[in-house]
């Protein structure tokens, strides 16, 4: 079992953890036609919407109850109701994501009291849904705030299905079984995509909640919008009920996972690693039990496999055989939220590498199972100091200036990365993701050892 420690420091240098409201709007961001809302001050918005561009270098639409001096004393519950208004009549938001921020969270604003009273005063509006979550600045990190927001997305209503909305009986779209994806804060849009594309080799539907990969590429085709463009629709939040299986990719969707089992009993399987063989092979094993389970002769036969997975994973075995050759022994160093500082530590392992210092930026159940002694809550000050003599460094963007100091390559991965473009595509999930990122590291170890 991995040792858990968290210096006691009063300050923390050089911060490793994203805040909360920051995770939040993440997930908000992968709702069609959402805008996230944050009650706070206008910094607290600023600061997550510049860290979203940067990494994205898309235009990101977040709003602000824009919380002043006055209305921190006397309450904030005019501002709400005036930027839900402002929002309805400028965006025509689907929906709204109302997240708090350390500033309203600290003051004690009651914001289902204060929901419920401005749906009383607006029943004009009682057709927009309005999804609240509570994500203090001063509690969590980045992750936290994400899987609160999934849960609470899977736990509203959003009202019966319109006409418009019905589906036709014995559709092609009807016909495949559909299946819920809960999508971890450990996936870009990118891995998004191609989870999306291994489900539906199956013949199968994946209803991702959030769906990143719809929302956050570009749409250079489309005018100025003030709402999100793609990701989940509100016809798939109201026929969560028809899934006929959830997959919650990452722990951190255990919760919400649970709730769509409360909800509409549908049964779950939680995968916290979409990397490697065994990771992989589990997934696939789990897609070909829920065709079988279907008894439907549009399906491929009960437990077989899409050729292409074969071949796939065929090309991971080899791309294991010409990598591990550089792996062997290498000492590496990384600082990531937990979901994915569990799915990468767990895949150098695997390839004969060893894990020399592990610092994350919450507390989590997987981190008492990570191939490593002891594994750090703190910031990239710890990392610094534990990563000397490291080969090689994986953490986001603000890693660059400690691995310039040690003469280290730096690997970038999570939030944010503002110093390389394609975030937004990157794939290191699924067996080809998997072969990627085995390629990225091998030729930085090559690169090492040439110089």
């Known amino acids: 079992m991995t040792m858990i420690t968290q210096p006691k420091k009063a300050a923390a240098v050089n911060p490793l953890k994203l805040s909360s409201p920051l995770g939040a709007s993440l997930a908000f961001l992968g709702l069609k036609g959402m805008i996230p809302l944050f009650h706070g001050s206008q910094g607290c918005t600023a600061f997550a919407k510049v860290i979203l561009v940067r990494h994205f270098r898309e235009a990101i639409p977040l709003s602000t109850t824009a919380m002043t001096e006055v209305s921190t004393i006397l309450g904030g519950e005019d501002n709400v109701s005036t930027a839900i208004l402002t929002l309805v009549e400028k965006a025509k938001p689907d929906v709204i994501g109302l997240l708090t921020t350390g500033l309203t969270e600290t003051r004690g604003d009651d914001m289902q009291r204060i929901l419920k009273t401005f749906r009383n005063q607006h029943p004009e509006l009682d057709w927009l849904p309005i999804i609240s979550v509570s994500t203090p600045d001063y509690k969590g990190a980045m992750q936290d705030g994400y899987a609160a927001t999934v849960e609470q997305i899977v736990s509203t209503y959003y009202g019966a299905m319109v006409e418009s909305e019905e589906i036709i009986p014995n559709c092609d779209h009807d016909c495949k079984a559909r299946v819920t994806i809960l999508a971890g804060s450990l996936l870009g849009p990118g891995d998004v995509e191609e989870v999306k594309a291994i489900v539906e080799a199956f013949g199968l539907t994946p209803v991702m909640v959030p769906d990143l990969s719809g929302s956050m590429d570009g749409h250079l085709d489309d005018g100025f919008n003030s709402v999100t463009t793609g990701g989940t629709t509100l016809e798939d939040l109201r026929r969560l009920g028809?899934?006929?299986?959830?997959?919650?990719?990452?722990?951190?969707m255990r919760k919400a996972a649970e709730v769509l089992k409360q909800k509409y009993g549908t049964n779950y399987e939680v995968f916290p690693r979409l990397n490697g063989l065994q990771a992989m092979d589990r997934l696939v094993l789990r897609l070909s039990k829920i065709v079988h389970s279907r008894q439907d002769a549009h399906f491929v036969q009960?437990?077989?496999?899409?050729?292409?997975?074969?071949?796939?994973?065929?090309?991971?075995?080899?791309?294991?055989?010409?990598?591990?050759?550089?792996?062997?022994?290498?000492?590496?160093?990384?600082?990531?939220?937990?979901?994915?500082?569990?799915?990468?530590?767990?895949?150098?392992?695997?390839?004969?590498?060893?894990?020399?210092?592990?610092?994350?930026t919450t507390k989590s159940p997987l981190l008492e199972n990570l191939p490593v002694e002891t594994v750090t809550i703190g910031d990239l000050e710890d990392f610094e100091n534990l990563a000397v003599g490291s080969d090689l460094l994986i953490a986001n963007s603000h890693g660059r200036a400690i691995a310039e100091r040690q003469n280290i390559p730096l690997y970038r991965m999570g939030y944010p990365i503002f110093d390389r473009f394609g975030n937004g595509h990157r794939c290191l999930v699924g067996y080809r993701g998997t072969i990627q990122f085995l390629m990225d590291l091998g030729n930085l170890f090559i690169e090492a050892e040439e110089s």
């Not at 028809?242 to 951190?252: D, K, P, R, W």
């Not at 000492?331 to 150098?348: G, K, M, N, V």
């Open 302 to 360: 009960p437990y077989e496999v899409p050729e292409k997975f074969n071949r796939q994973r065929r090309q991971l075995q080899d791309a294991m055989l010409d990598t591990h050759f550089y792996f062997g022994r290498k000492r590496i160093s990384l600082a990531l939220e937990p979901d994915l500082l569990y799915q990468t530590s767990w895949l150098l392992h695997e390839m004969g590498a060893e894990i020399q210092a592990a610092v994350t």
């Open 242 to 252: 028809e899934s006929s299986f959830t997959i919650a990719l990452g722990e951190s």
